[in-house]
């Protein structure tokens, strides 16, 4: 079982910042990547960005620019870094952990936490 609890949600104007933390707990052994991800209204959940254990990146089309994720492989941690916020950007941001082997563990989500970003 892992456990994934997000951090730093909250509200910032057009333009601002907020940092985003994610930390993993228990059978932290049986991640590779880990990423976040977000639901539009009316669309499925997308990809932000995911890193894997050997620090490879990668990005929505559309926010590379403006977000920078990373990882703490000791602290079982990922975090994302989100500049230029805009309102559109508003929504749940979620902690996703995948497994390195999909056939023996399975992958886990966060609670997620709030973004909102007001203009």
């Known amino acids: 079982q892992v456990h994934l609890v997000e951090s730093g949600g909250g509200l910032v104007q057009d333009g601002g910042s907020l940092n985003l933390s994610c930390a993993a707990s228990g059978a932290t052994f049986t991640i590779d990547h880990l990423g976040w991800y977000r639901r539009p209204p009316g669309k499925q959940r997308e990809l932000v960005a995911l890193?894997?254990?050997?620090?490879?990146?990668t990005y929505a089309d559309s926010l590379h620019d403006r977000f920078t994720i990373s990882r703490d492989n000791a602290k079982s941690a990922v975090y994302l870094q989100m500049v230029t916020l805009k309102p559109e950007d508003t929504d749940v941001y979620y902690c996703?952990?995948?497994?390195?082997?999909?056939?023996?563990?399975?992958?886990?989500w966060g609670q997620g936490t709030q973004v909102t970003v007001s203009s």
């Open positions: 890193v894997s254990s050997g620090g490879h990146a």
């Open positions: 996703n952990a995948e497994p390195t082997d999909w056939v023996r563990y399975r992958g886990y």
